[in-house]
């Protein structure tokens, strides 16, 4: 029987950026990062990112879980899957095996899930 990836606990945050956040550049972690500040640039991880309720992101994200609560803006490559809440605005591209949308949200966003998030992976990879 194939073992299920066990992720950090959304509460169990290793890494924050709070309201009063700015910062552009490259980020990278391990465990859950949450960022309610304002980030600019690229994102690298295996583990789950967090957008929250203040989080306002603009960037090229490639992370193992994204949780959107905030705005985000760009393209997202989630290796498990993409989460956008009620109170989150999404503008750009998702590529995810398993999207989840709730109510409320705000999507302007090409998506592309199951197996077209495996094809558009493939595509990305030939093209760097």
């Known amino acids: 029987m194939k073992e299920k990836r066990k992720w950090p ?28 500040g304002y980030f600019e640039g690229k994102i690298a991880s295996e583990a789950v ?14 992370v193992g879980i994204c949780i959107i609560r905030g705005e985000m803006q760009g393209t997202v490559r ?10 989150g605005r999404v503008t750009g591209t998702l590529i995810t ?4 949308v709730e109510e409320g949200a705000f999507l302007e966003a090409r998506c592309f899930t199951g197996e077209a998030a495996n094809f558009k992976d493939e595509l990305c990879l030939d093209q760097k």
Do not use: Q
Request: glycine content about 8%; aromatic content about 8%; cysteine-free.
């Open 97 to 100: 095996p398993r999207l989840m």
């Open 49 to 62: 990112l967090i957008i929250g309720d203040e989080g306002k992101v603009k960037a090229d994200v490639d």
């Open 78 to 87: 989630a290796k498990e899957k993409i989460e956008v809440h009620d109170k």
């Open 9 to 36: 606990d959304e509460e169990k945050i290793t890494g924050f950026f709070d309201s009063n956040t700015t910062m552009k550049g490259e980020l990278s972690f391990r465990g859950s990062f949450r960022i309610d």
